[in-house]
């Protein structure tokens, strides 16, 4: 496993915010490293590199000041990032959001759902394990960030941040039951699809 370090303003691993795209895809050859997902993604400019992005998926670390990244619980990394800079988040509660940038370290941070242990205090989603048993396992994989990026400050590298409801704040009603069809409906949806008549009646 490679350890990249995350150099806020600067760049991320081997890559530098500005080189040219022909330097950054020349370097991506000379080091024979993949294709994303499972390596380095790179976003360009006015064909400069602006954006610099890993996938935990790559199996690789992602690591800022001794911090793990990928294999941090996703709020001790925001514990510990928040006491240096602010942030701006895409969630109404700031302990379930999915996307956390950080805008003065130029430092982003996604994850494709959230989990927090408080969830284990929400009754929605206790109701929720009580129907699927596997669904704590299931929600936990997102306890960890999936993707980390570094870019430059200029906005159009930001994608404007909207803000979601957090997780099991509304309850879940499963739909009513429906009628059964009527004759009259049997009938039409026979003709409509091309049905043979339902055996009804018949001996």
Not at 166 to 173: I, K, M, Q, S, V
Request: hydrophobic share 35%.
């Amino acid at each position: 496993m490679e350890r990249y370090e995350v150099r806020p303003g600067e760049g991320f691993g081997p890559f530098r915010l500005g080189m040219t795209e022909g330097e950054a895809e020349d370097l991506r050859k000379t080091l024979d490293l993949r294709e994303p997902p499972e390596s380095f993604y790179l976003e360009y400019l006015d064909h400069k590199l602006a954006r610099i992005g890993l996938d935990a998926f790559s199996g690789e670390a992602a690591v800022y000041r001794e911090l793990d990244l990928f294999h941090t619980h996703a709020e001790e990394i925001i514990g510990a990032l928040a006491e240096q800079e602010t942030f701006l988040c895409d969630c109404a509660d700031p302990e379930l959001a999915s996307t956390y940038r950080f805008p003065a370290l130029g430092l982003e941070l996604w994850r494709e759902w959230a989990y927090h242990p408080k969830l284990l205090e929400n009754p929605c989603f206790m109701e929720e394990l009580g129907h699927d048993p596997e669904l704590l396992a299931e929600e936990q994989r997102f306890w960890y960030f999936n993707q980390v990026w570094v870019q430059t400050d200029d906005p159009r590298a930001n994608f404007p941040l909207e803000t979601w409801p957090a997780p099991y704040t509304r309850e879940l009603h499963s739909a009513p039951p429906s009628p059964p069809p009527t004759p009259e409906q049997l009938a039409y949806l026979t003709r409509k699809y091309g049905l043979e008549p339902p055996n009804i009646g018949r001996e």
